[in-house]
């Protein structure tokens, strides 16, 4: 089952504005990441956030948490050509059958105009 | 370097010829996990791993198998591949499973026909 729910579903943004993206979740977690993909290839892991955490910073990243509206916050700075790609969110848990699983939501695609 | 490595990269098959994606980590991650990622549902966990002879089932295991022999091999296996079968998998693992950040595979693109 599908966790997280990103929106926009599709960002097209000029090169050195800012790019946001939202991720929203249903139920309680222990962390939530957020994950780049170029396109078809594998997924790679940009910034973890644990559920004591409001906002975390790495590099042009910053990455807010609200877990009282159950939502996330992706925020790229000073966007570049080369960070088209599809961002998703993945919360992480531990559910009642000892499961523990990041589960995905499906994705904002970026497209960042040079 | 710390890698996931996936075979084959591409694949095409008849239905029901049993296949086999392979998938291996040098990071001595416990926790190993295959997803399907179709276009408009994201990535779906199939199986996962928490380690050696530790299997369980995700949310879309029907039709899959898998095994865990050795700490970093974690194959796929699909006895009678079936078209809704086609999609694109990836192999992820990590220390913990959900506490630290998972590391992917390159990707299986699968055609079943």
């Known amino acids: 089952s599908q966790q997280g729910e990103e929106d926009p579903q599709a960002l097209s943004i000029q090169e050195g504005e800012n790019a946001t993206m939202n991720c929203s979740y249903k139920t309680s977690i222990n962390n939530l990441q957020w994950y780049r993909q170029n396109s078809g290839r594998g997924l790679v892991h940009l910034i973890l956030?644990?559920?004591?955490?409001r906002e975390k910073h790495s590099g042009r990243l910053r990455v807010t948490l609200d877990t009282s509206k159950k939502s996330s916050s992706l925020l790229i700075t000073a966007s570049r050509a080369a960070d088209t790609a599809s961002y998703f969110c993945a919360t992480g848990s531990f559910m009642d059958t000892g499961r523990r699983a990041l589960t995905f939501g499906s994705g904002t695609r970026l497209q960042v105009q040079p | 370097e710390a890698q996931v490595t996936q075979n084959p990269r591409y694949l095409i098959t008849v239905t029901g010829k049993k296949l086999t994606v392979t998938c291996s980590q040098n990071m001595n991650h416990e926790y190993m996990s295959w997803y399907r990622q179709d276009p408009g549902l994201g990535l779906r966990q199939i199986y996962y791993?928490?380690?050696?002879?530790?299997?369980d089932k995700g949310d879309v295991p029907e039709g899959y198998k898998v095994s865990r022999k050795e700490k970093r091999n974690f194959p796929l296996i699909l006895e009678s591949p079936s078209p809704n079968q086609t999609s694109l998998y990836f192999c992820a693992s990590s220390f913990t499973g959900t506490g630290t950040e998972a590391f992917f595979g390159q990707g299986t693109r699968l055609t079943v026909v």
């Open positions: 956030i644990r559920s004591n955490e």
């Open positions: 791993s928490m380690n050696v002879e530790v299997t």
